[in-house]
C-alpha cells in the first residue's frame, strides 16, 4: 500500500531554515511527483512546490520561490522541502503528497503524508 | 495565478438532505479540477478528479460536474462522516487551491 512517512515537528527561530523529509513506498517511486502543501493554523490548503521523481523536474509557487528548495534522493525513495529564511507566518503543517502530474508539472494529489508541524517563534 | 472562490463559506444541512458546493476559477481551466475533503485533525482526502472522476474508493453519493470556470461536487445524502471541510483545486497551470467550504449539521 502507498504510504509517505513524514519527518517529526520542528520548533525554529525566525531566519532560520528547515528541511523536512518525506519517505514513499509502496509504488514505483519514479512513476509519481511529490508536491508539498502547507495549511496554517485554522487556514485554508496552499500548494508550495512540485518535484518530478523521474526527471527532477521542479515547480514552484511564486510565494515561496526563492526561499523553497525541493531534493529528491532515488536509493532511499525520500523527498526533501527545505524552506529558508522562516518567519512567524510560516508555522504550519506541512504535507507532502502524491502527485500524479507527469514531468510537465503538478496535477492531482492522491495520497498525503501525515503532515509535519513547522512553528516559527523567537 | 488562477484564483479559485468556493461558495458558499459554510453551508448547514440536515443528514440525508443534499448539499451542493460551487467552485468558481478567475479563467477557463477546462476539466483540471480536482475536489478534497478534509476532517479535524486529519489530511485532506482526494474525492474527484477531472472535475466528475471519482478517487478510488468514493461512494457514489459525492458527484463533480462542470467545465471553463464553473465547478459543482454534490453530495446527495449526507451521511455524518460526510460533515467535513471540501476544497476545490485546478491544476490547468501550477496549483491553487480555493478557500473551502464548510459543511456543518443543521
Known amino acids: 500500500q502507498v504510504s509517505l512517512v513524514q519527518s517529526g515537528p520542528e520548533l525554529k527561530k525566525p531566519g532560520a531554515s528547515v528541511k523536512v523529509s518525506c519517505q514513499a513506498s509502496g509504488y514505483t517511486f519514479t512513476s509519481y511527483g511529490i508536491s508539498w502543501v502547507r495549511q496554517a493554523p485554522g487556514q485554508g490548503l496552499e500548494w508550495m512546490g512540485y518535484i518530478s521523481a523521474y526527471t527532477g523536474n521542479k515547480y514552484y509557487a511564486q510565494k515561496v520561490q526563492g526561499r523553497v528548495t525541493l531534493t529528491t534522493d532515488r536509493s532511499t525513495t525520500t523527498v526533501y522541502m527545505e524552506l529558508g529564511n522562516l518567519s512567524s507566518d510560516a508555522t504550519a503543517m506541512y504535507y507532502c503528497v502524491r502527485d500524479k502530474g507527469g514531468g510537465d508539472g503538478p496535477g492531482i494529489f492522491d495520497f498525503w503524508g501525515q503532515g509535519t508541524l513547522v512553528t516559527v517563534s523567537s | 495565478e488562477i484564483v479559485m472562490t468556493q461558495s458558499p463559506a459554510t453551508v448547514s444541512v440536515s443528514p440525508g438532505e443534499r448539499a451542493t458546493l460551487s467552485c468558481r476559477a478567475s479563467?477557463?481551466?477546462?476539466?483540471?479540477v480536482a475536489w478534497y475533503q478534509q476532517k479535524p485533525g486529519q489530511a485532506p482526502r482526494l474525492l474527484i478528479q477531472a472535475a466528475a472522476i471519482r478517487a478510488t474508493g468514493i461512494p457514489t453519493r459525492f458527484s463533480g460536474s462542470g467545465s471553463g470556470t464553473e465547478f459543482t461536487l454534490t453530495i446527495s445524502s449526507l451521511q455524518s462522516e460526510d460533515f467535513a471541510v471540501y476544497y476545490c483545486?485546478?491544476?490547468?497551470?501550477?496549483?491553487?487551491f480555493g478557500g473551502g467550504t464548510r459543511v456543518d449539521i443543521k
Open positions: 479563467q477557463s481551466i477546462s476539466r483540471n
Open positions: 483545486q485546478q491544476y490547468d497551470k501550477m496549483v491553487t
